[in-house]
């Protein structure tokens, strides 16, 4: 698994499908992780322990890794291939897989999530009242470990930790246990697949709960870290940072070492310990590839904590925006992806014929003098030295000059630094992907990012003017930038290619140009080469994005401790919204025009909003089971009942496709979280292509905590010559006081 984050790998977008498919060719051939799911119910007397059964079913004495018990029935081993392929024959094994590599892909975004306490309930609380009554929620984050001695990790003010709580700080090398405190109330460790893969190969970090990487530390103070006054990142996005539920309690879980080396089976066994620890919400800002339900650790640990009533946020992947690159779809999590929130890091690039562009930038070293100096794009011999590439640019052709770079390959401050070892100035860096530039990294070299269009325009420039000369300036941070939000370009994409009868992503949270707490072990760009140590770092990513969404889900369970996970994430989904801050559609950045469910799910989250949504969607755990069964290949007997079509799910938003039928049918139960004697209507927005009709559009709720069906019907309209492929509408239901919104993406064949 990976964390999310396009500082450090997310703008590897182009290079990222490669990379996979070289790892899967390698790890075909030699002993590696396997992940080996039992029928534990046939544990033979013979054994006294179900572990003692797993260590005589495989031959080495030493290759048990983990054996899980709670989330997931069956062991982690370090096996080869053949021995691997022995256990799939035996009798109470389901199934055996291959491991899988994960990578991990704010000073303003509460205020920007409408956070700032002035707020009430519907019931007639204050918002006060719940962010004192978040103290009792725990969050669990599965990453890169924890700076603990961050000033975002201080607990003073808190009261004694849960006596629930059954989780624990663990001693390791650079980390004591007394680091731990009453926010930060665990800090544990789960290496053990990743060991054996690497062991004599080049170990990344240190085996124990410490972050060196960062990524850990940062999504942890995105959720709820403590607020800490003052604080930014050389100087940009100053602020008091806090996290979304800052009272809240954290307790880390380090898989990872480094960005993108985290392993299934040490995710696997994060979870099962987070869950048995007493979590109540557990952050994942993990990714790997798309895969089966079946096949997904993720997957399986979220739906044992589902059971366990712990609310479960993902990450969405970076690998946007690619069609169908959206990850960790099981219906049981929230699935997040990232949007950009109103400021900016504003840099710009004077050219020689007065032209001044804008664009975004994190640079606090020495300025380029405002003399104009040469300007150059691609030339010389190397057919890549459009991207900037290690060896690709010529010191003769670049010395004293502007570069303009084109993003991918490498990171982009990596890039500064080839163009400063070539002689290179300053650096503008090319997002051909987006019409703008939204995320900002901090650069080593005076360097502006600009987008697609401005991009085009200084490279026009480059090619048509004799003597093309250019200077950087930099602006520093502006607030309530239009429009705002944006879906990120890097943010995945639906449609979903596991179950397209789930739409996916769920929801869109801040993901863009954070800033949270790091760690000191590494530098803000995540280079080697990189030695300036921040406390705050300014990153973006999906990654960023899931703590934000976790943070809402902490604040939720302190102000409806009863809600199910299930009712908790469709009050976080029906409320969200889809209007930017110009009045108008929530636009992608790399179009610059209106976006869709496919990018946003059902729209940016609004906190306030969700924890007064009038009605939820509530799933149950049968039902959930109902549509697991439609994926196990080898379904065990409490799968007697499951779906025909897993689109029957109680989910709060729709997928239908077309293709053999021309007409879809679902039946959705709503349950009344409101007011007593609430009445809703629907209005139906549909494409012409599609004829939706809902029954009844009128729904009565005498009582609170009551239940009430309604069936849609989508009806094909399409012509058949046309080639459309995919339609978006909303089902709503309204009254005076509250908003209950699904999406509804078609597709057709
Ligand atoms: C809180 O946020 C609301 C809406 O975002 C805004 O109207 C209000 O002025 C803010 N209050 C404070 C004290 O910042
Ligand atoms: C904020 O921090 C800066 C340097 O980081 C310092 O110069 C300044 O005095 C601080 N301001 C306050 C109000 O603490
Ligand atoms: C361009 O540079 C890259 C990276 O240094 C190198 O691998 C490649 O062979 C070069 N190509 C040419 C045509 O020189
Ligand atoms: C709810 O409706 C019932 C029947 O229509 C009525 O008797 C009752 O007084 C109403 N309650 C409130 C609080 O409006």
């Given amino acids: 698994m990976n964390p999310i984050t396009p500082g450090s790998m997310g703008k590897l977008w182009l290079f990222a499908l490669v990379l996979f498919s070289t790892l899967s060719l390698l790890s075909a051939t030699s002993k590696q992780t396997y992940i080996v799911h039992m029928n534990h119910n046939s544990k033979p007397l013979s054994h006294a322990t179900h572990h003692d059964w797993y260590q005589s079913l495989i031959s080495t004495s030493d290759s048990i890794l983990y054996t899980y018990t709670t989330a997931f029935h069956g062991f982690a081993a370090y096996l080869d291939p053949q021995e691997a392929e022995s256990l799939r024959n035996k009798d109470a094994v389901l199934n055996v897989f291959e491991d899988r590599v994960y990578s991990a892909q704010t000073t303003r975004t509460p205020q920007f999530l409408g956070l700032n306490s002035s707020f009430g309930l519907s019931d007639g609380r204050r918002f006060e009242e719940i962010e004192h009554a978040s103290q009792d929620v725990i969050i669990g984050v599965i990453d890169s470990g924890v700076w603990a001695e961050s000033k975002s990790f201080d607990d003073k003010g808190m009261p004694g930790i849960p006596k629930r709580w059954k989780g624990k700080c663990m001693s390791g090398k650079d980390f004591n246990k007394r680091l731990c405190n009453k926010k930060l109330i665990g800090a544990r460790y789960f290496l053990r697949a990743h060991e054996k893969q690497v062991s004599g190969s080049n170990h990344v970090g240190v085996i124990s709960p410490r972050d060196y990487d960062g990524h850990g530390t940062h999504c942890a103070s995105i959720a709820a870290g403590s607020p800490v006054e003052n604080v930014s990142l050389f100087g940009y996005a100053k602020g008091t940072a806090r996290g979304v539920a800052f009272r809240a309690r954290l307790a880390s879980y380090k898989v990872c070492l480094g960005s993108d080396n985290c392993r299934g089976a040490d995710v696997l066994a994060g979870m099962e310990s987070a869950i048995s620890d007493g979590v109540d919400v557990l952050s994942i800002s993990l990714a790997s590839k798309p895969e089966q339900h079946y096949l997904d650790p993720i997957a399986y640990g979220a739906l044992f904590a589902m059971s366990k009533r712990v609310f479960v946020s993902v990450a969405a992947g970076n690998a946007g925006p690619r069609k169908s690159s959206i990850v960790n779809v099981a219906p049981w999590v929230m699935t997040v992806g990232a949007g950009s929130v109103d400021r900016d890091f504003r840099a710009y690039a004077l050219l020689g014929n007065k032209q001044l562009f804008k664009g975004m930038s994190i640079y606090n070293g020495p300025r380029m003098r405002s003399k104009l100096v040469g300007l150059v794009y691609h030339r010389g011999k190397n057919s890549s030295s459009n991207y900037c590439l290690d060896g690709t640019l010529e010191p003769a052709l670049v010395h004293g000059k502007v570069v303009i770079c ?320 995919a339609a978006f509408g909303w089902i709503v239901w309204s009254n005076a006081q509250y908003k209950v919104s699904s999406p509804v993406a078609v597709t057709w064949p």
């Fill in 406 to 725: 084109d993003i991918g390959g490498i990171g982009s401050v990596e890039k500064g630094l080839v163009v400063r070892r070539a002689g290179g100035v300053g650096m503008i860096l090319v997002n051909f992907v987006s019409v703008k530039e939204l995320s900002a990294e901090s650069h080593l070299l005076p360097t502006v990012a600009v987008g697609k269009k401005v991009g085009d325009l200084i490279k026009q420039y480059e090619k048509t003017d004799p003597n093309p000369r250019a200077t950087l300036g930099f602006d520093g941070t502006v607030v309530n930038v239009q429009p705002s939000p944006m879906v990120a370009d890097f943010s995945s994409r639906g449609p979903n290619p596991v179950t397209p009868q789930i739409l996916k992503p769920d929801i869109i949270a801040p993901g863009v140009n954070i800033l949270a707490a790091w760690s000191e072990a590494i530098g803000p760009s995540s280079l080697k080469l990189d030695n300036r140590i921040v406390k705050f770092n300014v990153i973006s990513g999906t990654s960023m994005a899931c703590p934000h969404v976790s943070g809402i889900a902490a604040l939720m369970k302190a102000a409806h401790p009863n809600w199910s996970p299930s009712a908790i994430k469709s009050a976080i989904m029906t409320t969200a919204y889809n209007i930017d801050n110009t009045n108008s559609p929530i636009r992608d950045v790399v179009t610059g025009s209106s976006s869709n469910p496919w990018a946003y799910g059902s729209g940016y989250v609004n906190p306030q909003k969700a924890l007064s949504p009038g009605l939820v969607y509530d799933t149950s755990d049968e039902e959930y089971l109902k549509f697991w069964c439609l994926f196990l290949e080898n379904p065990n007997p409490s799968c007697s009942r499951k779906f025909s079509d897993p689109g029957e799910l109680n989910y709060p938003s729709f997928s239908v496709l077309f293709g053999s039928n021309s007409i879809v049918q679902y039946s959705r139960e709503l349950t009344n979280v409101g007011q007593i004697n609430s009445t809703y209507k629907v209005k139906v927005t549909a494409p012409s292509t599609v004829a939706v009709t809902v029954k009844p559009t009128k729904l009565v709720f005498k009582s609170v905590g009551e239940k009430q069906r309604y069936t849609v019907t989508f009806m094909d309209k399409k012509d058949k010559k046309s080639n459309l492929k």
